[in-house]
């Protein structure tokens, strides 16, 4: 089946760097991907839907500054936390769909990146 | 807009069976259910795509109503392996939408 590969599974990084997640589409193009976070003890809630080629679309209440995202290729997105404070600690993790051969749409999770801001 | 999910815990003892239901305000394209263990990422577990169908694997199935607006996952003799939080993803269309998540219900399976 299909495969997302996120990296890294997790970072510990001082308050105040960037930290950047990195994740690919193995085996298909994905020409969207998703983004979400998810806090503790909460459900995985959409940050950003990133295009290839084109500016990522952002949710309510989600800074695009702080978030930057980049889709330079049909297989790879990168989401850069920038200027990381302690409340972005999180979980974020990545989505792509993909409607393998007589298959349906089914959406593909990346690892997930658990992102610790000390 | 997020679906529901009902209930929100629920724990159980090995053998035991329980249903997790999630609804919607708008018939949906498909729903996706998935299982997520602490610090994991969530696992695919069935898709669902027709009104009326019904879908499993193991001891583990899913159903989804005729006017496609509400699935719900059956666990049956239910085992330890069974514990995480069950999440029910929603696509409103074909195309490339996210899934909406609904908030989880976490389920313990005890000994």
């Known amino acids: 089946g299909a495969v997302v590969s996120q990296h890294p599974s997790w970072v510990i990084c001082k308050s105040g760097t960037s930290v950047k997640i990195e994740c690919r589409s193995l085996d298909f193009q994905a020409t969207t991907m998703f983004w979400y976070r998810q806090f503790p003890k909460q459900s995985l809630m959409l940050m950003a839907t990133?295009?290839?080629?084109?500016?990522?679309?952002?949710e309510q209440g989600v800074e695009k500054d702080k978030f930057l995202i980049n889709h330079a290729s049909l297989t790879l997105s990168t989401l850069t936390v920038t200027s990381a404070h302690p409340e972005d600690s999180s979980f974020y993790i990545c989505?792509?769909?993909?409607?393998?051969?007589?298959?349906?749409?089914?959406?593909?999770f990346g690892q997930g990146t658990r992102l610790t801001v000390v | 807009q997020q679906p529901v999910q009902s209930p929100q815990a629920v724990i159980l003892r090995e053998g035991e069976d329980a249903v997790i239901n999630c609804s919607s305000s708008?018939?949906?394209?498909?729903v996706h259910w998935y299982r997520q263990k602490h610090g994991e990422a969530p696992v695919f577990l069935m898709i669902l795509l027709k009104g009326g169908e019904q879908k499993g694997h193991d001891k583990i199935s899913a159903s989804f109503n005729e006017k496609k607006q509400q699935s719900s996952l059956y666990l049956t003799a239910s085992q330890l392996s069974y514990s995480g939080t069950y999440f029910c993803?929603?696509?409103?269309?074909?195309?490339?939408?996210?899934?909406?998540f609904g908030k989880g219900t976490r389920l313990s399976v005890i000994a």
């Open positions: 993803g929603a696509l409103i269309n074909s195309g490339n939408t996210p899934l909406v």
């Open positions: 990133s295009n290839e080629g084109s500016k990522a679309t952002y």
């Open positions: 989505s792509a769909l993909s409607s393998l051969r007589d298959r349906d749409t089914e959406a593909f």
């Open positions: 708008k018939a949906l394209y498909s």
